[in-house]
């Protein structure tokens, strides 16, 4: 009968401080970045760092966290707003989000930080199991994922004094710590791009389950102030303004078709329904892009290979994550104090459905360097 394996003695820091020949308190300072008043010689932390390697050394994390009064989380907040069954494809909607992860993730791991996700309930019906809540003392900041004032569950996170940044406009009063893309001046410029090239009938679909949040709010603004500028009369019937579920996404497009004088553009603002104005061009006869153009706001890996290609302007949620994750690390360790606004600008990405060449660019309103993230 074979024996059972030994279970491995887990190495505590009093082991790497023998191996290292320092005194535990060192072994600290070093593993936790504290140095204080008195400087640790490079040889010193080297040895340090190579008796932790040797010995497989881990942090005890609740030990860490008492004495350093932090837990090392950090939490993400992510919205759950499109009822089941209500819409057709909702790959889109993951993909960006673990985008984001990723991009937080990338920072987080970096400076020794774990992230933990919750998820919070925003439908306009009761839902069976919803979240439950979490505490504000389990995290050392928080970012929040597209706040929306309808659903008003960031104002008491900040009243506790966590850390909160969030990914889309702040919504406090004043605002508050924010990395967001410039969701009004980009389909204000998009806008602009495709009146320059003679589109004076220009769709926008920005449907939502529910109310439209902050961010489409915005792009309605810049939308409508591209048209106002170039004296272009505003017609409802361009931008519907239904709730999708209470409406069919099939039938909310074919209404975009049938509108007289027919719309030349069309921006698309769910990616996932992109596939709907691709059928609703072949039935009509309308060759894209010759009749209309298409510009869909989000990517997705197929839409390289639709026929005609389509082409887009998306969020860089990498970079979305990147810079809410720097910003929420940089208030934690005492870096930033005053609010601020990282903006991070889209991605224009020209394909067969709409050829836009240096327009776009040129619509940039004075803005300089909107390949780089900027913070205000």
């Keep these: 009968m074979a024996k059972p394996r030994e279970r491995r003695k887990r190495p505590t820091i009093q082991d790497v401080a023998r191996r290292a020949g320092v005194t535990t308190s060192t072994v600290s300072r ?11 010689a490079e040889e010193t932390k080297q040895r340090v760092l190579d008796a932790v390697k040797e010995l497989g050394y881990r942090p005890n994390r609740l030990a ?45 791991q970096m400076e020794g930080y774990e992230v933990h996700i919750f998820n919070r309930i925003e439908h306009d019906y009761p839902h069976s199991n919803p979240p439950r809540e979490f505490c504000p003392d389990f995290i050392d900041g928080l970012i929040y994922v597209e706040p929306n004032p309808r659903y008003d569950h960031y104002s008491e996170i ?51 389950p ?12 810049g939308y409508r102030t591209a048209l106002q500028e170039e ?38 603002g769910r990616p996932e329904v992109a596939h709907y104005f691709l059928e609703f061009a072949q039935e009509k006869g309308l060759e894209c892009p010759r009749d209309v153009e298409f ?43 005053e609010p601020k606004r990282v903006i991070v600008p889209w991605q224009f990405i020209q394909r067969e459905s709409c050829v836009l060449g240096e327009l776009f660019d040129r619509n940039s309103n004075g803005k300089e360097n909107q390949s780089n993230v900027k913070t205000l």
């Design 30 to 40: 070093i593993l936790n970045k504290r140095e204080m008043a008195f400087p640790i």
């Design 64 to 108: 860490r966290s008492l004495a350093l009064s932090k837990t090392y989380v950090i939490g993400v907040s992510f919205p759950i707003t499109e009822p089941s069954g209500q819409l057709e494809h909702q790959e889109a909607t993951w993909l960006a989000i673990g985008s984001l992860i990723s991009g937080i993730q990338h920072v987080t």
């Design 158 to 208: 900040a009243a506790t004094g966590v850390p909160l940044v969030t990914i889309g406009p702040s919504p406090l009063e004043p605002p508050g710590f924010a990395a967001t893309a410039d969701d009004r001046f980009e389909i204000y410029r998009l806008t602009k791009a495709l009146i320059a090239k003679g589109h004076h009938r220009i769709a926008l679909f920005l449907c939502t």
């Design 210 to 221: 529910n109310e439209p949040p902050l961010d489409c709010l915005l792009r309605m603004e």
């Design 231 to 268: 004296g272009i009369p505003f017609d409802p019937a361009l931008m519907p303004r239904d709730c999708i579920g209470l409406v069919s996404t099939r039938e909310l497009v074919k209404r975009l078709f049938n509108v007289w004088p027919r719309p030349t553009a069309m921006i698309i």
């Design 295 to 337: 510009i869909v706001l989000g990517d997705d890996p197929t839409f390289a290979y639709r026929k005609p290609s389509l082409t887009t302007l998306k969020v860089q949620y990498i970079q979305l994550g990147e810079a809410a994750a720097r910003l929420v690390l940089d208030i934690v360790e005492g870096k930033t104090k």
